[in-house]
């Protein structure tokens, strides 16, 4: 029976599904794989599903022709950690999990649009401190989306359903930036640049896939671009935005708020933006619901089934 190797704990609908082809090894930590338990697994097994945080470099493939694995299954959709170039040069196949992941991740990016307009985090603070003092009517007023403008930069499965979340759920106008134009199913304006929509936007929403070309899209004068009532949401990657230049504009009024659910060092986050009333914190919940992890998994755990047969692998990158 083919060797397959899980970095992660897994729901056990998966780990049922893969002990059913698989002689399966389970790692029972939650912290990233280390460089030579990478390399190991490289040699040991067949099949890896890494996912978030175990990070397959070049280096890791270094002198790994030949090596018995030939299929990294990733746990997830982003793959950012994963050197897809340097796994092929040594005939490592690699897959993601795309589409299970897509609604899930919109309900965080709404939740988080909500919770930062309507300083819904500041306000949960206030009673659980016992501060609260009752209704008024100039008490923590915060920003209605209805009728305002969201702008979403990156246009894929997710950012198409959190458009359709923002317009059709809250009444918001939709405008967006994509590298290439889209046939959108929702009232939705492409603007030309980045920065354009920055301007234009009440609520921008980061939905862009991580890696070097994405790596500090949004910075100092990105940030200064947007209005200062506006409120920056990220769901993707957490570099996508450089830290310490959104800490500056927090700290300087340059933006209303924000809303984080990745962050650029995770899981260290900056006791700046700890201390901050105007930033709502998540724990990269995007995908936690077991229901779309254990969708999650089994797409990872097929496509790694197919790999054994020697079918066509269903989401081969």
Not at 15 to 24: Q, S
Not at 194 to 223: F, I, K, N, Y
Not at 267 to 293: C, K
């Amino acid at each position: 029976m083919a060797e397959l190797y899980i970095t992660r704990p897994m729901p056990d609908k998966v780990i049922a599904a893969a002990e059913a082809r698989f002689n399966v090894t389970r790692r029972d930590l939650n912290t990233p794989l280390k460089k030579g338990e990478m390399r190991a697994a490289l040699v040991l097994y067949d099949v890896v599903i890494p996912t978030l945080g175990d990070l397959f470099s070049a280096e890791v493939f270094d002198g790994m022709e030949g090596a018995r694995c030939g299929l990294l299954a990733n746990f997830g959709v982003g793959y950012n950690h994963i050197d897809v170039a340097a796994a092929r040069e040594v005939g490592i196949k690699v897959t993601n999990t795309p589409g299970a992941v897509t609604e899930a991740t919109a309900d965080i990016a709404l939740m988080l649009m909500l919770m930062s307009a309507r300083r819904a985090g500041e306000g949960e603070r206030m009673v659980r401190s016992g501060k609260w003092t009752g209704w008024h009517p100039t008490q923590m007023l915060g920003l209605h989306l209805g009728g305002k403008t969201c702008g979403i930069i990156g246009m894929g499965r997710i950012g198409q359903a959190i458009a359709r979340r923002a317009h059709y759920g809250l009444g918001m106008e939709v405008i967006y930036h994509n590298r290439s134009a889209k046939a959108l199913d929702m009232p939705a304006r492409q603007l030309g640049s980045l920065a354009e929509v920055m301007a234009q936007s009440d609520v921008v929403v980061l939905a862009v896939p991580g890696g070097a070309d994405t790596r500090h899209l949004v910075g100092a004068a990105e940030l200064e671009a947007m209005q200062p009532h506006a409120h920056l949401i990220n769901i993707s990657r957490g570099d996508v935005v450089d830290e310490a230049a959104l800490i500056a504009a927090l700290e300087a009024g340059t933006i209303g708020g924000a809303g984080l659910d990745v962050y650029e060092h995770e899981p260290n986050v900056p006791e700046a933006l700890r201390r901050m009333e105007n930033v709502t914190l998540l724990p990269h919940l995007g995908t936690a619901a077991l229901d779309v992890r254990e969708e999650m998994g089994l797409m990872a755990v097929a496509n790694a089934i197919a790999y054994l047969d020697g079918a066509p692998l269903p989401n081969l990158l």
